[in-house]
Nanobody
Framework: VKLVESGGGLVQPGGSLNLSCAASGYMFSTCGMAWYRQTPGRERDRMLVAAINRRGATYYADSVKGRFTITHDTAKNTLDLKMNSLKTYDTSVYYC?????????????????WGQGTQVTVSS
């Protein structure tokens, strides 16, 4: 299984970015997937941003509700995160994660596969 994130970059507060996670060797129907964010070197700050289970039900952290949208693109086999109304505190490295089989493929818990991350910087 290989997960590769893309779409990060520098954006002004109030702007938008679309992150994408290309999944090879993994099917969305297998188990849950998610987006996390974390400041490098600060593992305790890792935060579950959004998650989607294999039936398409979604979860969002309170701080991103109404601004972020997580979706599967089954044609492209990607997990996407559309981020609107970005704020400076959204600045972080965003990671794609897959296969939380120990959590019954719901939302959160331990994910077995991780991407390398993509940097999102929100700054004026």
């Amino acid at each position: 299984v290989k997960l590769v994130e893309s779409g990060g970059g520098l954006v002004q507060p109030g702007g938008s970015l679309n992150l994408s996670c290309a999944a090879s060797g993994y099917m969305f129907s297998t188990c849950g997937m998610a987006w996390y964010r974390q400041t490098p070197g600060r593992e305790r700050d890792r935060m579950l941003v959004a998650a989607i289970n294999r039936r398409g039900a979604t979860y969002y952290a309170d701080s991103v509700k109404g601004r972020f949208t997580i979706t599967h693109d089954t044609a492209k086999n990607t997990l996407d995160l559309k981020m609107n109304s970005l704020k400076t505190y959204d600045t972080s490295v965003y990671y794609c994660a897959a296969d939380n089989r120990d959590s019954s493929c719901g939302h959160g818990g331990k994910y077995y596969y991780w991407g390398q991350g993509t940097q999102v910087t929100v700054s004026s």
